[in-house]
């Protein structure tokens, strides 16, 4: 048994510190423990099975699925559309209400995703004023319901994997709503820490790439001559001749075929660099450029971070080529099929017909543009999918039928009308979140039963034998929010959360006070652009640094821990 302990331990401590330290993707982190786990004999595979099948998990991945529908109605349109105006007080309150309200039931990062391009292209606001708010507002608002979050529903699934009843659809509402309320207020009363970062003009400022043709007339001539340097909307940063950089380029340098000219500017206005003389732009030499542009953001997870864009075959993976990138605030030296990614890149898409069919690009990107959205739905569809929707929620929290029947006939039903596409659904599948669950369940059965949970909660117990249970769990809630600063939400609560029932346990109190605490603490990401999805979503698109988020975020970060410590064991007594 100590054997068993040891290497559970093992696996344990080396999927913390791989999630803190490396570069690896989460998904591949834990498969990696549990294929650890089935090779040592420590679970079985039939456990491990058991796990992906949780009733909490299937429902979490239908309610993932069933958020593609609401995405397509003109819901959060009307939102972005009602809530900005001129003053900035007002427009604050509206926007972080109307976010915070929409991420109770819907995914908060689809809301955050459709919310920031109607924000970059007001001019009424800076957008800095507007976006850190709006990503904190969605993370506290989905901590109301029990679909407000994903990491809500990771927490639930453990907890039925336990044997307990499904936690109900308002259970997080008394807290939730407290540290909405709080959290609000704060931010509202400190939005003169919020950066004014005058981006209106420079808002899509790309790098774009652009190759000299050996036919061009600009070979040969200077710079000036060419008027390379009155252009309107964009500017010369640096050419690339043989594999040498030159920059800063003077007037007078001359134009050579095969050059690779690096502009900077308004992506708006491509047209500008398509009509200069015999040019051809990074997408055209790569084979594919049309007048639909996606713009994405490269997520945390992806695999191509640290890659180049050619040794990935980015055009082959996607059916797609970038035209442009754009990088918070820092210069993007050399040619764009030769840039190494990073996460937060903003990248413009020209995409082929087969670009919305594959199913790797929510591995690697939100996307963030409407530019070429479906066609909107009719009066009637988007009335039938809200109405519907609204049902399956109101027979749930009646108690009529489960969540999950409820979202599998909502799915039948837009996938009848044709509001979603079964290939959307297949692209769709959060295959990584699944396996995230999957395997840190089995850990957890893992860790429980060898006793090394246990043992751990033992240990914590005697630490805290001179104190009450209160301390205990205070530890767990900043241990847990800790936790999901360094890793994903949901990577944090799937870790902390065999450690909190043991420890509930060896304090014999209900455990579900604990089990609160890391649910609630896995959402609380406000001091890092990294440690949730909506942060990262703002981070370059607001031109933020990480400062700004310390600043901004740590009063909302102080109450917010004051305000569940407080509410926590009222509501959900030890």
């Not at 319901?145 to 308002?170: A, K, R």
Request: glycine share 6%; with cysteine; aromatic share 10%.
């Amino acid at each position: 048994m100590l054997i068993q302990q040891a290497a559970v331990a093992a696996i344990f401590v080396a999927t913390i510190g791989a999630l803190v330290f490396s570069r690896w993707r989460a998904s591949h982190i834990f498969s990696a423990a549990l294929l650890a786990l089935i090779a040592g004999q420590l679970v079985s595979i039939d456990t491990s099975l058991n796990k992906a099948i949780n009733p909490g998990v299937v429902t979490l991945i239908a309610l993932m699925l069933a958020s593609r529908a609401l995405e397509r109605t003109a819901l959060l349109k009307l939102f972005a559309r009602n809530a900005l105006e001129k003053n900035e007080t007002r427009s604050l309150v509206k926007l972080t209400g109307l976010s915070a309200f929409a991420s109770s039931f819907l995914n908060n990062t689809a809301v955050v995703a459709a919310l920031i391009r109607p924000i970059k292209k007001q001019n009424k606001i800076a957008a800095s004023k507007l976006l850190l708010p709006l990503s904190y507002a969605a993370i506290l608002g989905g901590t109301t319901t029990l679909v407000g979050t994903s990491t809500n529903m990771v927490v639930n699934s453990f907890w039925m994997d336990l044997g307990y009843p499904s936690l109900s659809f308002f259970a997080f509402f008394p807290v939730g709503i407290a540290l909405l309320v709080c959290g609000l207020v704060v931010m509202l009363l400190n939005k003169s820490r919020l950066p004014n970062i005058q981006i209106v003009e420079d808002e899509k400022q790309y790098f774009v790439d652009v190759k000299i043709k050996p036919e061009s007339p600009l070979v040969g001539k200077t710079v000036s001559d060419n008027h390379l340097r009155n252009l309107n909307s964009f500017f010369l940063v640096e050419i690339i001749r043989r594999g040498q950089s030159i920059s800063p380029v003077r007037p007078t340098h001359i134009i050579e075929s095969g050059d690779r000219l690096v502009f900077s500017g308004d992506i708006s206005h491509i047209e500008e660099l398509q009509t200069l003389p015999g040019v051809k732009l990074f997408a055209e030499h790569t084979g594919l450029m049309s007048d639909n542009l996606i713009e994405v953001v490269v997520a945390s997870h992806s695999s191509l971070i640290s890659k180049t864009l050619k040794s990935v075959g980015f055009r082959a993976m996607f059916d797609a080529a970038v035209v442009g990138l754009k990088r918070n605030g820092l210069q993007v030296p050399g040619k764009l099929g030769e840039v190494e990614l990073k996460e937060g890149d903003n990248l413009l898409l020209a995409v082929g017909r087969d670009f919305k069919s594959r199913k790797n690009l929510d591995k690697h990107f939100f996307l963030i543009s409407d530019m070429t959205v479906e066609q909107p739905l009719s009066g009637q569809l988007n009335f039938a999918v809200l109405s519907g929707f609204a049902v399956v929620m109101a027979l749930t929290i009646a108690g009529i039928s489960s969540l999950l029947g409820g979202l599998l006939f909502f799915i039948a039903g837009c996938l009848a009308f044709r509001v979603i596409k079964t290939s959307e659904l297949k692209r769709l599948f959060p295959f990584d979140l699944w396996l995230i669950i999957t395997a840190a369940l089995t850990l957890a059965e893992a860790m429980m039963q060898s006793g090394l949970s246990d043992n751990i909660a033992s240990g914590l117990h005697a630490l805290f034998s001179q104190q009450s249970v209160w301390f205990a769990f205070v530890g767990i809630l900043l241990a847990t929010i800790l936790l999901t600063e360094l890793v994903t939400n949901n990577a944090a609560a799937a870790l902390m959360f065999p450690l909190a029932i043991s420890l509930a346990e060896s304090f014999s109190v209900s455990p579900i006070s604990l089990v609160m605490a890391v649910a609630f603490g896995a959402s609380a990401s406000f001091l890092s652009p990294y440690g949730y999805q909506t942060n990262l979503l703002v981070f370059n698109t607001g031109g933020y640094k990480f400062g700004d988020f310390v600043r901004y975020g740590l009063p909302v970060s102080l109450i917010y821990i004051l305000v569940t410590v407080a509410l926590i064991p009222y509501f959900f007594p030890f």
